[in-house]
């Protein structure tokens, strides 16, 4: 490991090989750092600030990078960009969580590491930028979208500093000129406009000069980096026994079901257990699959038979059974080859992950994104979790009937210290059965008040977006549904706006006191 130390990302003090101080007539940080990736190809270039130089681990920093093409970092102090981002990125990567290795671009100039032949192909790009903390913010931003695996990781310091720090507010070191400056690099130009409108509204500034200087910086926005050339073999052992439950929530869609069913019978892997639970509102009627119970299938089939249905309880039913390594969430309207099962497991082996949100395509839909990656979403009917994780969270049935339970079980993945990696080589079939699943088709009683956003997602904000995120979620809220409804004159639109939204919070607080309610209930 290469270890440069400096003084508030600017000074150069020190570089050391394996403890050998590395003399450098160049004192530029930013050049100092291409300079060692040239030179050390293969090894981590690390950074860290002077003062932290005794509270590194770097016992643990095998185990932080254990595939080449990772880059971590962990603010002790201070993080490069305000929390004041938030304003125009709603994703997962944005409000970290310290206590865990979670997955984000937003880099610390405080301590970090990013392996010599990963950092190269960035240079071309961003070689000119003298500013050391966003350079970093730039090669994590760009390089997550291209396939680099990027996190905040507590692992990266010593454990008793790790207590401390995860109780101190850590600050920005970067201004609103950087900020601007790193949003129009960076995003799409109407989150430019958008920012600024957050600047006007929330932050009552007016921050014009810092906006036009801003449409001088250069776009790396939808830029990309070649990373193929370099191999991602993660050294975690994998398990020598993997094993795996299948998990399909089902309502009135026997031939979908008995379909994929079939699929699974012709695995080059063989599900350990296929846990079935099927949903029937109506209270006379009986099972409409006795083909579980009396075919002969080459795995175990658990059959859960139930009146009460929804997406949630059905799963959290299902979980209750599994005692594989592994649990595949699926959908019951998908289809997919006989080498699915152990090509996922093989590849969660070799990227050393614990989730794969498997790509899952209409019959006429082309596959969008075609780059292993960090995903900022979750799909609870297409993805494979590793079953210590699914034994400590649940879906939460806040969100029966309602959008955002997979969101919401994706960030609890997340804040476990399980990264959700997106594979577009592996392919589900996705038939869109046009009834049944999992869930009744009804309407919300909330439809009347005309809530906007809906209540399990203003629900689902509460509980993850920073204030910041929440105040750009609604003004893009404000902004995209303009165009798709009736009202144009813009004031009447605005006090429509502003009404749906208080609907809605007022139905997001009804529904979490009736599930307090319901969960003191049921624990009593």
């Known amino acids: 490991m290469i270890l440069i130390l400096h003084q508030h ?7 050391s090989y394996n403890r050998e101080e590395l003399k450098f007539e160049e004192t530029d940080l930013c050049r100092v750092f291409w300079k060692l990736a040239e030179d050390y190809p293969k090894e981590i270039i690390a950074w860290c600030a002077e003062e932290f130089e005794n509270d590194l681990n770097q016992d643990n920093w095998s185990e932080v990078f254990h595939h080449d093409l990772i880059m971590a970092s962990y603010g002790i102090k201070s993080d490069y960009l305000s929390e004041k981002i938030g304003y125009i990125d709603q994703l997962p990567f944005v409000n970290i969580n310290r206590e865990v290795q979670y997955p984000t671009w937003r880099m610390s100039s405080d301590v970090g590491g990013i392996v010599g032949n990963v950092l190269l192909p960035f240079k071309e790009m961003f070689g000119q930028i003298r500013d050391f903390g966003f350079l970093l913010n730039s090669i994590a931003k760009l390089g997550q979208q291209n396939g680099l695996f990027c996190y905040s990781s507590p692992k990266l310091i010593k454990q008793e500093l790790e207590k401390r720090v995860i109780e101190t507010k850590v600050k920005a070191k970067a201004g609103n000129r950087k900020l601007f400056f790193f949003v129009k690099a960076h995003y799409k130009s109407v989150r430019l406009w958008l920012l600024f409108w957050c600047f006007i509204k929330y932050e009552k500034s007016f921050p014009i000069e810092v906006l036009i200087m801003s449409f001088f910086q250069e776009k790396y926005f939808k830029k990309k980096i070649n990373l193929s050339q370099i191999e991602l073999q993660s050294k975690i052992a994998g398990n020598p026994v993997n094993s795996i439950d299948v998990i399909i929530p089902t309502l009135g869609r026997r031939e979908y079901l008995l379909q994929m069913l079939e699929d699974l019978k012709v695995q080059i892997l063989f599900p350990k257990k296929v846990i079935v639970v099927e949903q029937n ?4 009627t009986q099972s409409e699959l006795p083909e579980l119970r009396e075919q002969n299938w080459p795995f175990e089939i658990v059959h859960h038979f139930t009146h009460k249905t929804g997406a949630c309880h059905a799963r959290n039913l299902a979980l209750k059974e599994v005692n594989a390594n592994w649990v595949f969430f699926a959908d019951d309207d998908i289809r997919f080859e006989a080498g699915l099962l152990q090509k996922s497991l093989d590849e969660l082996e070799r990227l050393g992950a614990d989730c794969l949100n498997i790509n899952c395509k209409q019959e006429s839909e082309k596959t969008v994104f075609h780059k292993i990656k960090q995903w900022g979403s979750f799909g609870s009917g297409t993805s494979i979790v590793n079953a210590r994780y699914c034994k400590k969270i649940s879906f939460n049935e806040i969100f029966e009937y309602g959008f955002g339970e997979d969101q919401d079980y994706g960030m609890q993945l ?4 399980c990264d959700v990696i997106y594979h577009p080589d592996i392919e589900i079939l996705h038939l869109k059965a046009p009834r049944g699943g999992f869930r009744e088709l009804s309407v919300p009683p909330w439809e009347d008040d005309k809530a906007k956003p809906s209540p399990t997602l203003m629900i689902y904000a509460k509980k993850y977006y920073t204030e910041e995120q929440q105040k750009g979620y609604k003004n893009e809220l404000l902004l995209r549904f303009y165009s798709q409804q009736e009202i144009k004159n813009p004031f009447n639109y605005l006090k429509r706006m502003k009404k749906g939204w208080r609907a809605s919070e007022a139905w997001a607080e ?12 049921t624990s009593g």
């Open 9 to 15: 990302a600017k000074i150069l003090v020190r570089v």
């Open 414 to 417: 997340r804040n476990a210290g």
């Open 510 to 521: 009804k529904l979490q006191k009736e599930r307090s309610e319901k969960d003191m209930i």
């Open 281 to 284: 509102p109506d209270p006379v």
